[in-house]
């Protein structure tokens, strides 16, 4: 109960989708944000949910490749992969 109801931000089809983005295996994601890659699995696949700082962790990750999470109106939360400057 310590850490109250939230909504988290990255869902299962979010954390697919960045991976997607970026190009990146579950192995990837999980080197880059120091889970192991069955964490990624089974929250991807919703065998489970994951900690406030897993979730940090991952969405970290994705931050430093590039993705943006975004707040749509009356959609919730996307993705985008801002255009990189040459």
Known sequence: MGQGARET???????R???GLLDWT?????E?????????RDYEGRHHGIHRATEAQLRLAFEQGGVRFVDIEGAGTGLCLPERVS
Do not use: E, G, M, Y
């Open 32 to 40: 880059k944000a120091s889970v192991s890659r069955s964490t990624i």
């Open 26 to 30: 579950q192995t990837d994601l999980a």
């Open 17 to 19: 989708a960045a991976r």
């Open 9 to 15: 931000i990255l869902t299962p089809a979010l954390c």
